[in-house]
């Protein structure tokens, strides 16, 4: 659509194909951090050499939720994401209530990120003899990430596929050599068998696991600015489901080959950060090892930048609602961005990495470990609340929208996947010591604070709409044409 034609609350329509969304959302699952900083735990404290498995099995889980997604995708288009979705199948004030679990999740989850970045880059600069803190790190991040992310939203997919292209490489490269090197005991397809991924500490495997998924879900926030919505966003959320399970499958099944499937535990409990930075070294070479942590840090990057945008457009759509500030809304007249809402977006992330820089908190034991954990619940609520809606929607609309949508994605795979991500949620929530490195209060009461701002959005939503404010779902973009591109 030509800017000058565009709505004034709407995002620029048309700027971004399938290989655009494919970048923003597997650059917010970040699978090069993924792989090698969860990994590791998984194989510690999980089902030890059925992580592979593991891996698959989320992938599944997931490609179920999509099916469901995907199906209401191709007849809801809104910046709002989740919010639109919940808001048409649950009712607006469940939708609102989704937004704040969102928002909650997304800038949890990118505190993590940024606290992790700090720390890589600050250790990587004092490898120079520069001293830089942490948090000076983070924030220079946050910095980039916002000038990044007021441009236009093609400028920020083309830096996502450097990045994540640079990513695929190295551990395809790593996975290549540990194949052609045959490893001590050969190559061997066990961490594939049942007996092995269903072996006991399954469900503790797959805390690390689902946790590896966040950020596949984002591919619906780009439905407004998609070229052909109806098709692009769904084939970029299965083409995004199918690359992260597999890189995350493939990546653990080769480090198994590479320390053999009767030491990779005990590997990955005495060294984990070294599972897989050894191996580079060993067969790639000193170059190929400090290229790898050089790119975990660019991953990092990546990471944040593609949630920067996510919350961004979140915020976007509360204030095109009039739930949150309407200057929220405005829209950058040259770059077509959600301006206002990236400003803020990115003062909150500053505000949290200065918060946690003030009280002296360790970056990584305290910063990182309970952020992604806090974020994983977050999300895992929020996605039970999309299957949900799901169900919901086609139900409540089956008369206009006819039978282009059949039953295993209005209602199968939606009920499936609300199913197995409650049994991934309540195997979270038993393991957050384990997911978070910690048994303190303030962990353990997480579960009740994701509660807490799911009802907090609620009351707001029901607040607002008593005072006048439109229903969340009033911009989205509604067709029940089952022709429409």
Known sequence: MNQDLRPPDRLRAGSLGVLHIVFF???????????????????????GIGVPGAYLLAGALYLVFAAGVTAMSRHVADAGAFYAYIGLGLGPTAGVAGAFLAILAYQSVQAAVYALFGLFASEALAGAGLGLPWWGCAIAAAAVVHLCGRRNVRFSGRVLGVCLICEIAVLAALAIA?????????????????????????????????ASFIGFEASAIFGEEARRPRRDVARATYAAVGLITLLYAGSSWAIEQFHGIGSVVEAARTDPTGLYIGPARALLGPFAARAMELLLILSLFACAL?????????????????????RLARIDPVHGSPADAGLAQSAAAVAIIAAFALARQDPFAIVFSWMSALGTIAMLALQILVALAVIAFFHRRAAMIGGDTGPFSRLVAPAVAAVGLAVCLGLVIGNLELLAGSKSAEVQAFPALVA??????????????????????????????????
């Open 25 to 47: 959302v597997v650059a917010a699952a970040a699978p090069l951090t993924a792989v090698v900083g969860g990994s590791p735990g998984a194989f510690a404290y999980g089902n």
């Open 178 to 210: 540990i194949v052609a090197a045959r490893g001590p005991e050969g190559l061997t397809a066990a961490p594939f068998r049942p007996e092995n991924v269903f072996a006991h500490g399954l469900g503790a495997a797959m805390v690390f696991v689902v």
């Open 306 to 326: 593609s949630f920067h945008s996510a919350i961004s457009r979140y915020l976007f759509a509360l204030g095109r609602a009039g739930i949150a500030s309407r």
């Open 452 to 485: 807490l701002v799911g009802a907090a959005g609620a009351v707001l939503g029901r607040l607002r709409r008593t005072a006048g404010a439109s229903a969340p779902i009033a911009a989205a973009r509604v067709d029940t044409d089952p022709f429409a591109q």
